[in-house]
């Protein structure tokens, strides 16, 4: 009898042969949701808009790339797999120039020269009352955090495999609201908008398109809520009286991005320990 023994089959990645792009993907929950993209096969684009986040952006695609199922580099359809399972793009998402070339690059991860997951979660947070907004405030917001969205699902839909999944990143205070935060409240509950009207156009080949609202997560963006509503945030919530962390909502796009959410399209997944409820 031989002393040697084959190694049982690996269990098959939910994401291998998808390729997502990542808006705001280098740090705090955008970084999360590109690791966590990548540990269930998919291929990732990292889009980050600042010189300043190359380093980290960097780091990000080189953590990816020594995933255990990346150093293989084998795949399950193909003997062998040579592109590079993740990217970083520098660019401005206010500018419309920037999505044909973030598409095209994009496409290099892919074989069939296909996208198949889009998470739109870059966004700008201004805190002003209302008598302190500017017109370019306001531009500023809407242009990032629903303009860019639009602009980006645009040039990516030639590309768009059947069942494709696009998951934008909204906000509690899109329905909620919050004293201070108008600009960026409203831009969510657009955001949500756009996601059912995009469901009902795309749906037809499979492709689902949803919205994720997240609670208080423990991001660098927490800081910038004023503490009186953090406090409260927290004591109302019913699940351990807790703000989230970042691998709570990972693995809600996770789910998105895959095979078992194929039936659900154009809702508004509430992440946020039940501090809000629809």
């Known amino acids: 009898m031989s002393s040697s023994s084959s190694s049982p089959p690996s269990t098959p990645l939910p994401l291998e042969g998808k390729v997502a792009i990542v808006t705001g993907g280098s740090r705090g929950l955008g970084a999360d949701m590109a690791l966590a993209l990548a540990k269930a096969g998919a291929k990732v684009v990292i889009i980050?808009?600042?010189?300043?986040?190359?380093?980290?952006?960097?780091?990000?695609?080189?953590?990816?790339?020594?995933?255990?199922?990346n150093l293989t580099q084998t795949n399950t359809t193909t003997d062998i797999d040579s592109t590079?399972?993740?990217?970083?793009?520098?660019?401005?998402?206010?500018?419309?120039?920037?999505?044909p070339e973030i598409v095209t690059k994009s496409l290099s991860l892919s074989p069939t020269s296909q996208l198949n997951i889009i998470v739109?979660?870059?966004?700008?947070?201004?805190?002003l009352p209302i008598s302190e907004i500017t017109e370019n405030d306001f531009s500023?917001?809407?242009?990032?955090?629903?303009?860019?969205?639009?602009?980006?699902?645009?040039?990516?839909?030639?590309?768009?495999?059947p069942r494709s999944r696009i998951i934008n990143m909204s906000s509690?205070?899109?329905?909620?609201?919050?004293?201070?935060?108008?600009?960026?409240?409203?831009?969510?509950?657009?955001?949500?908008?756009?996601?059912?009207?995009?469901?009902?156009?795309?749906?037809?080949?499979?492709?689902?398109?949803?919205?994720?609202a997240?609670?208080?997560?423990?991001t660098d963006m927490l800081d910038s809520i004023p503490e009186?509503?953090?406090?409260?945030?927290?004591?109302?919530?019913?699940?351990e009286q807790r703000f989230g962390t970042k691998d709570e909502v990972s693995e809600v796009v996770v789910w998105l991005a895959g095979e078992g959410s194929r039936w659900v399209s154009g809702q508004t997944l509430n992440v946020s320990g039940g501090w809000t409820m629809y």
């Open 120 to 127: 739109n979660n870059a966004a700008v947070q201004i805190g």
């Open 228 to 239: 009186r509503i953090k406090g409260r945030q927290k004591e109302d919530t019913p699940v």
């Open 172 to 212: 509690v205070g899109a329905r909620s609201g919050f004293s201070g935060l108008s600009l960026y409240c409203s831009s969510k509950a657009a955001l949500e908008g756009l996601t059912r009207s995009w469901a009902a156009e795309l749906g037809g080949n499979g492709t689902t398109v949803n919205a994720i």
């Open 84 to 99: 590079p399972s993740a990217l970083a793009i520098q660019a401005d998402l206010r500018n419309p120039a920037c999505f």
């Open 214 to 218: 997240c609670g208080p997560i423990q």
């Open 48 to 69: 980050y808009a600042s010189q300043s986040s190359t380093t980290t952006a960097a780091a990000i695609v080189k953590e990816i790339n020594s995933l255990p199922h």
């Open 140 to 161: 500023d917001t809407y242009t990032l955090n629903i303009l860019a969205p639009m602009l980006l699902l645009k040039a990516a839909l030639p590309y768009l495999a």
